[in-house]
């Protein structure tokens, strides 16, 4: 024994271990009392204790064991019985993995690894797995022989079941993509490496070769030169998610370059330090969605294009083209519509060429074709508002509405655009309660029935329109999902051929029609629904096959006054001025003259502009004005904008918008807002009057 080590004498220190290893009975263990113990194992033993990392020592063919206090958590309970004891004892559930290893270790004297060693332990009375990285050294003596293994390692049981577990959320993760309706993949990175995709990502992308583990870049060169990279560059950079919303996408699919439209995301990913990691990617291919909406617009600006030629030149526009096609009911009046209009122009220009010619011989006696072509403008004008309400031109205007009126008033138009085959009957109830709704919208709800009703009945038939005062308990009003309250109701019945439930139960879907191609739109019925909800009220459909149909309509009693002018009049009945300061801004040169000489005979002085730009030169060098009256429709600036600009500079001014054109910076939201004052071109003296003098006293 070498000189170096006290003959003896353990290691001190070495904490817990270090303590019960000098307090341990040697002299009656094979291993005998340390002072008979070779230098090699008193050095490898200092090594062992003063060692930070799990560190044993297996001595002699039985390998019995010692170890320091990291290495103790090892043996669980068997800790502290396993000081010196045989390792085969120690580790008889793991001896017919370990056991072969050390044996190899005391015959050849190299060393070895082992990372990630599953090994099958007796924990808490089970066998469980657990996973090591450890290795055994050599440990020789003073003539160069293996006296035993110098042992060191630690558990990575949690790295790899995290491992497991991550694989496992992985494969979770590929499970619920797999089964998401649209195209979606995870990127990695940001080179954007593919970390997941579903099938119907490479459906969507048409490529055989797999497409994990490489980036966008490589998998699909095309996008690159399509800002696609790009795209996702400023995403991973920047954190904000993007929305592509029926974008244009080449793609090389089956060989082929193909143009797709999508609808997609861009969604960054973050670590759970906050950093963004990577980047959610979800498309949904729209591309025969739009083809088909592409078909269906084409066909319906096909068939506004017949209906307005019908109609003539006078209804022309670009936005009837647009909308009118949600309004299948303008299609049921073109016939008598052209038929009108031309009796109504036939009696203006009549009565007007009958005037010139009693003038022109000195006669005064004219006042006969006078009323004539003013009433024939003013049904003229009607008309043309009417028109415009079908074609869902008009905003929405909720008024004091008197039911009755309304209905009666519709019944020579309906009995006109039904046809002679279909008998149109009243019921109209007696001191009907008014309601608050848009009066053109509600024409157009109780048309649409009617062209429904007249649809069901191809060998003519019986419309009934009833009204009554309808109140509902709160036990009913759940019954029929109506909240409870006082309505007025509008029935439209029809002798027709009825509905069977399941198309019933579809009645108000947004296009849905049984009738042939060409022939509706299916929007009619979700109109009504839409406008009868967005009142607050409701519509309920009874339908039986053979039996007939009767919609209901429900809209909530209105309890406020009803609105009417109260201006001072004067000797002929129109409300008069008092000389305030009334600016018009008309760039039609004849409205303008018009509505000037209109406003100074109403007792108002009046300054007028042709543009927007002179009004607000005008006031900006010190005209004084209490009325802006602005058309709406203008070039470079419109009125909306014109009102703004000059309340800016005139605080108190007041505003009266006019136009002939309703879809106009007027409206903001579909609705007209009560508080803006509005007169619909073409109006009279009397409309200008009362109008203009309500908004002065307002």
């Known amino acids: 024994m070498s000189g170096q080590y006290q003959i003896g004498v353990l290691p001190e220190g070495g904490g817990e271990m270090g303590e019960r290893i000098r307090a341990f009975d040697w002299a009656n263990h094979p291993l005998g009392p340390p002072e008979q113990w070779p230098s090699a194992l008193h050095m490898a033993l200092r090594l062992c204790l003063n060692s930070a990392f799990p560190t044993a020592i297996y001595w002699g ?20 019985w396993a000081l010196g004891q045989r390792g085969a004892d120690v580790w008889p559930d793991i001896w017919d993995i370990v056991g072969p290893q050390f044996e190899r270790v005391l015959e050849t004297g190299e060393g070895f690894s082992a990372f990630d060693q599953m090994l099958p332990m007796q924990r808490g009375g ?11 050294t050599a440990i020789l003596d003073e003539g160069g022989a293996v006296a035993g293994i110098f042992n060191q390692g630690n558990e990575t049981t949690a790295a790899i079941n995290a491992a497991r577990l991550q694989e496992a959320e992985k494969e979770r993760l590929r499970d619920i993509f797999s089964q998401a309706p649209g195209a979606t993949a995870i990127l990695r990175g940001p080179r954007h490496e593919f970390y997941i995709v579903n099938d119907a990502y490479i459906e969507l992308t048409g490529r055989a070769d797999p497409l994990v583990g490489r ?53 960054p990913t973050r670590d759970f330090e906050g950093r963004i990691d990577g980047i959610f990617v979800q498309a949904t291919d729209v591309t025969e969605r739009r083809q088909a909406e592409q078909a269906l617009q084409m066909l319906n600006a096909t068939l506004e294009q017949r209906v307005l030629e019908e109609v003539g030149e006078r209804l022309r526009t670009e936005e009837a083209l647009r909308q009118a096609q949600k309004m299948e009911a303008i299609g049921q009046l073109t016939g008598g519509i052209a038929h009108d209009f031309n009796n109504m122009l036939a009696v203006v220009i009549g009565a007007l060429n009958l005037l010139q010619r009693r003038l022109a011989k000195g006669e005064t006696d004219v006042e006969r074709y006078i009323d004539a072509a003013s009433d024939g403008a003013k049904r003229a004008a009607a008309l043309t508002q009417r028109l415009l309400a079908f ?34 009957e009243t019921s109209l109830a007696d001191d009907l309660w008014r309601t608050f709704a848009d009066q053109v919208q509600l024409e157009n709800a109780v048309l649409n029935l009617a062209v429904n009703a007249r649809d069901a009945m191809p060998d003519g038939g019986v419309l009934v329109i009833h009204t009554a005062n309808i109140a509902i308990s709160a036990h009913d009003g759940a019954l029929e999902n109506i909240p409870a309250g006082e309505y007025v109701q509008i029935a439209v019945k029809d002798t027709g051929s009825g509905m069977t439930p399941d ?22 019925l979700s109109q009504v629904f839409g406008f009868v909800r967005q009142t607050g009220g409701q519509v309920k459909l009874q339908s039986e096959p053979g039996a007939g149909t009767i919609v209901r309509i429900f809209l909530p009693r209105f309890f406020g006054a009803d609105a009417r002018d109260e201006a001072a009049a004067g000797e002929d009945g129109l409300a008069l001025g008092g000389g305030e300061v009334v600016m018009v801004v008309e760039d039609e040169e004849r409205v303008r003259s018009y509505s000037t000489e209109a406003l100074r005979e109403l007792g108002y002085s009046v300054v007028s502009a042709a543009t927007p730009a002179q009004a607000l030169k005008l006031i900006e060098a010190g005209q004084h004005l209490d009325l802006l009256f602005t058309d709406v429709v203008m070039p470079e600036m419109n009125g909306r904008q014109l009102a703004d600009a000059a309340q800016k500079l005139i605080p108190t001014l007041k505003v009266l918008f006019t136009t002939g054109y309703t879809r106009n910076a007027v409206l903001s939201t579909g609705v007209l807002d009560p508080r803006t004052a509005y007169l619909h071109k073409p109006f009279t003296l009397d409309q200008l009057a009362a109008k203009v003098r309500a908004v002065m006293e307002s």
């Open 215 to 267: 980036t966008v870049a490589e998998a699909l060169p095309e996008v690159v030169e399509q800002g696609f990279i790009a795209l996702l560059d400023r995403v991973y950079a920047t954190g904000e998610p993007y929305l592509g919303d029926s974008v244009a996408v080449e793609l090389v699919r089956g060989g082929e370059r193909q143009t797709r439209i999508l609808d997609f995301i861009y969604q």
């Open 126 to 136: 089970r066998v469980t797995e657990t996973y090591w990285n450890y290795s055994a």
């Open 391 to 424: 074609s869902r031109q008009q905003p929405l205007d909720p008024v004091s509405l008197d039911v009755n009126a309304l209905v009666g008033s519709m019944t020579e138009l309906l009995t006109r655009t039904l046809g002679e085959h279909i008998r149109v």
């Open 61 to 80: 063919r039985e390998l019995h064991l010692l170890y320091n206090d990291a290495w103790s958590v090892i043996p669980a309970e068997r800790h502290p």
């Open 503 to 524: 198309v019933t139960a579809k009645a108000f879907d947004p296009f849905f029609t049984t009738k042939s191609v060409g022939k509706g739109t299916g929007l009619g």
